[in-house]
């Protein structure tokens, strides 16, 4: 049997798509082995978010060819959807698909390998309606699984390539979503997290149904102990939203906000659709709905136009908020986006030494939250055994602490009471109680 390997860059949602992916093969008799081995077929499946996800991608191709120069290189995803010519022109590259017909992926290796002509097949996904069913049976190796409900944008940001590399908005049909969520929960998986490219517009395109919704029919579904969701805008939370997610017992505390930038006057150039006050004022509202919740975002230094003034009222803002974590970029200029025509391009080194103040401020603010809960009883789902620490397994609370705790690995998959007994800056080490 022929073997493919797979590699995956970029997010959640990729993460998902490659899984399925994966499922495909293997009902066609392929064996499926790890990325960093010999292999007959290589799937690459890419990220456009960043100029580093494209050299990135572009990395992991050539490198699947050095290792079977013979083997069929497949490159799929959101670089190849934007970037179609450029990444067939790659030395190796053998089919090239984008972000929609993933379900016939083994079919264009098939025919690949009965022509030996290159295949390119990638559709102008801004004419696409209709939401891509790629299931999933079984994950490998995990004890959190995504769940895909949701794919494409239509907010076009100025900085962001997402809605030209996934196109408008589609969501999952309620009974599929319902049908994968029971299926993961035979399986034995605890908890499933809520993907998608922009996932609290769920249901915009269906009518009569949304993302608060959907938990609210997982959260009934016996098996499933916590539902968590993907990145969402602050708005989505309204005072509605919350108080009807306050009654879900199954959903993790924890929320990831997207902010992108603490200056009313950046964020207005990078069309975001909120303010600096109300994204405080949200943040305050769920604090005091979920008194242990973690509120993680994102934020984009060195955005064009973005002064010393501007980074320093972002620095200010987060100082303020104590944000659990904080993920920092450098804006990277994405040809065919508004902000890569702007004028004022913040210079790299400038980049670099704003995104190490914020670095800095984030392992201040990550270390103080997770101090709040130090000697406290948590739950954590162990998911695995740190590596190079023998007789140790890691795992997450429903806030999102990193824990790592004496065990063995019988308590992975398990959602064991933790005492959290040291902070140790990034993740907390605790003991079973």
Do not use: W
């Not at 970029?10 to 082995?33: P, R």
């Not at 929609?100 to 309606?129: C, G, L, P, Q």
């Not at 999933?136 to 900085?159: H, M, P, V, W």
């Not at 944000?323 to 391009?345: C, D, E, I, M, W």
């Amino acid at each position: 049997m022929e073997r493919v390997a797979f590699t995956t860059l970029g997010c959640k949602v990729n993460q998902y798509e490659t899984e399925a992916m994966s499922e495909l093969f293997k009902k066609k008799g392929y064996t499926i082995v790890d990325s960093d081995e010999t292999a007959d077929i290589y799937v690459i499946n890419t990220c456009t978010v960043t100029s580093f996800g494209d050299k990135k991608s572009r990395q992991m191709i050539r490198k699947a060819k050095h290792k079977n120069k013979d083997a069929i290189i497949a490159v799929a995803g959101c670089y190849s959807q934007v970037s179609p010519d450029k990444v067939m022109s790659i030395p190796g590259v053998n089919v090239v698909i984008g972000t929609s017909d993933r379900d016939r992926i083994v079919d264009f290796i098939e025919e690949y390998k009965k022509s030996r002509t290159a295949v390119s097949h990638v559709e102008n996904v801004m004419n696409i309606k209709k939401f891509e069913e790629l299931e999933i049976a079984e994950y490998r190796g995990r004890t959190r699984a995504f769940l895909k409900i949701q794919d494409g944008c239509n907010r076009f940001c100025s900085y962001c390539l997402i809605p030209y590399a996934r196109g408008p908005i589609r969501s999952r049909q309620p009974e599929k979503v319902m049908n994968q969520a029971k299926r993961l929960a035979d399986s034995g998986f605890k908890e499933i997290i809520l993907s998608g490219i922009h996932v609290a517009s769920y249901g915009v395109d269906l009518g009569e149904i949304n993302l608060v919704d959907i938990i609210e029919m997982i959260q009934e579904i016996d098996g499933i102990e916590r539902i968590r969701i993907g990145s969402v805008e602050p708005t989505f939370f309204t005072d509605d939203v919350i108080e009807r997610l306050k009654k879900y017992d199954k959903l993790c505390r924890h929320f990831h906000l997207s902010l992108q930038s603490g200056c009313d006057e950046t964020l207005k150039r990078m069309n975001r659709r909120y303010t600096t006050s109300q994204y405080e004022s949200i943040v305050q509202k769920l604090r005091d709905a979920f008194p242990k919740v973690s509120i993680t975002t994102d934020i984009i230094t060195g955005f064009p136009g973005e002064t010393e003034e501007e980074f320093n009222l972002t620095y200010g803002f987060l100082k303020k908020l104590k944000l659990s974590k904080t993920h920092v970029f450098k804006y990277s200029p994405r040809k065919g986006t508004l902000a890569a025509k702007y004028k004022n391009q913040v210079p790299p080194e400038v980049k670099e030494e704003r995104s190490r103040k914020l670095l800095a401020l984030n392992l201040i603010n990550e270390k103080n939250f997770i101090e709040k809960f130090i000697d406290s009883d948590m739950k954590v789902l162990f998911e695995a055994e740190v590596k190079g620490m023998k007789g140790f397994v890691e795992g997450y609370t429903d806030n999102y602490i990193s824990v790592r705790a004496n065990g063995n690995d019988g308590l992975i998959d398990t959602i064991t009471n933790c005492k959290l007994t040291k902070n140790c800056g990034t993740y907390a080490c605790g003991e079973i109680v």
